[in-house]
């Protein structure tokens, strides 16, 4: 396995390279920018690793790591008199790629680990959880960013109650996995919401998209039957994949089985990934939803697809490219933080208002949820970190444009990954208090030895 691993980073490292120079070619720079971009990937990887082990051994995710390291190169190194460089990093369209597929990559596998079946055992309860607190979460933020900035588009303010209504499924399950809850009625319910919470946002992160593309477009707003379109588009995408899945999965897995070759099943996987992603741009839809949708397809109930039983799971073999790329757009992401825009009280208050908004918007979930002797206040924490799914949100809103200017200013990213970092943050710690809380210690043990 250890030999099988170390093929895999060596594709993964030849992807980096291959990319390197055809992205500095489209940028008109030619040859001669590949070295610093280079150079930058190292710094950048390691940083990155030595952020995520630092987090991980405080007991913290460890993309709370990568982004404060990244937020820490950013703004201190440029007092060591490297502007220079840190402006090339947060600009370098090769970077962007390289943190875009990072990006894919990592919806791919929320996609794969995802199991449909999952929303059917927790029924009403996931879904009701999932809608209030998407709508509590949405409100709260599109009222918030209105108040503080009267002045920006109004598409900025309902972006920004989109990215609130985000939740973190990675974040959420591991945590319930270390806390050995994950197979307790909260623990499902929190993750079926969780799931319905990323297909909802991805539906309302398209209408958003949407939007903008139309106001830039030259349309004044869109109208209920095109917010209508975009909706069913959406549904029909995820619908369609998912359906051909239960079709096509087995025939996929035994093209792969037939070459004999381990890493065919991984070839296969990212180009399905990347081709919905591209396909779901065609169709006006954030490439995310199809990288999403293409781990759907292939493996609908998270079961861990495999070419043949010696093989390892797909999952697995994902495990090297995502602890390059996943990194690297986590740290890209803290780079671009401004501390200097913190420091603003306007948008410290607005960051600060920004957690107390995402907070009580998914405490509210627990409302949603029927029968007695359920744990409400530990769903409603569970559903609380925004993680990497609020910070893709959070980089799209910076690459879309309307008027020529970014959607989100580089004052309100900042704020948003504050709310992103602290809801993280707060997540193991609020959950293991809520488990543990009146005799709690007891129902861990139990939902453990389950």
Known sequence: MQSANSKILLAAALICLALVPGAAAASGQGSAHAG???????????????????????????????????????NLLPLLFVTKEIEFVRSDPTLQVLAEIGALILLFDVGLETDIRSLVRVGWSALLAALIGIAASMLLGWATAAWFLPDSPALAHVFVGATLSATSIGITSRVLKDL??????????????????DVLGLMVLAVVSGA?????????SLSP?????????????????????QMASKYIVRLAAQTGKPFALLVIGLSLCFTLAYAAELIGLAGIIGAFAAGLMLDPYGQGIRAREEHAALSELMHPLSAIFVPLFFILM??????????????????????????????VCGLGVFGGGVNRLAIGIGMIPR??????????????TLETKPL??????????????VTT???????RWAFTRRGGEQQMQSAAQT
């Not at 943050?425 to 959950?431: A, H, M, R, S």
């Open 387 to 400: 993680g990497e799914v609020g910070l893709i949100f959070a980089a799209i809103g910076v690459r879309l």
């Open 425 to 431: 943050l707060l997540t193991p710690i609020g959950l």
């Open 334 to 363: 803290g780079i671009r933080v401004d501390a200097t825009s913190l420091a603003s009280p306007d948008i410290l208050a607005l960051g600060t208002v920004l957690v107390v908004c995402a907070l009580a918007g998914k405490l």
């Open 212 to 220: 903008v593309a139309a106001a830039t477009a030259g349309t004044a």
């Open 36 to 74: 610093p971009v280079l150079f930058a990937l190292t710094v950048l990887l390691l940083a990155a690793k030595a952020g995520g082990l630092l987090a991980e051994r405080l007991g913290q995710p460890a993309v709370l790591g990568e982004l404060l390291f990244g937020i820490v190169c950013g």
């Open 225 to 245: 039957l095109a917010i209508g379109g975009i909706l069913l588009r959406a549904a029909l995408f995820l619908g369609i994949t998912v359906g051909l899945g």
């Open 180 to 197: 050995g809850v994950m197979q307790s009625r909260e623990g499902q319910i929190i993750l079926g919401a969780a799931v319905i919470d």
């Open 408 to 421: 989100l200013t580089e004052g309100l990213f900042s704020a948003m990954v504050l709310m992103v970092l």
